[in-house]
């Protein structure tokens, strides 16, 4: 008999690796201990997945409506380009997004955030 990983503290299930690959970008709103509901944009490349907290650090602009990249993603409003794993600006427009991360387990997308992932709509 095989036993299954148990999830380790912080660590939450978002949603299906499929479902992302499908949709290319999947939200999840969360508890943040110090902001309440947060929201998150759970990206996925071709190849990897990532997660970033759904608004720029520029002006706020939705990153889950950016268009994606191999490895980034453009914010809508002002073409900043942020690394969809470590949250990075690549091209220095503004600040560094905050990145969660992320891995796939058993066919479906978990990130380590701070707070559980609330009921998706
Ligand atoms: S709001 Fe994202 S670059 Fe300005």
Known sequence: M???PQPEPGEYYLCSLKELQKEGVVVVDFEHPKYRKWELALFWDGERTGALDNFCPHQGAMLSYGMIFPGEVVCPLHSAVFDIVTGECLDRYTYDAT???TFVRDGG???????RPLPRK
Request: charged letters at 10%; a negative charge; aromatic letters at 16%.
């Open 2 to 4: 095989t036993t299954q």
């Open 99 to 101: 990145a969660y991360e």
């Open 109 to 115: 997308v978990w990130a380590q955030l701070p707070g």
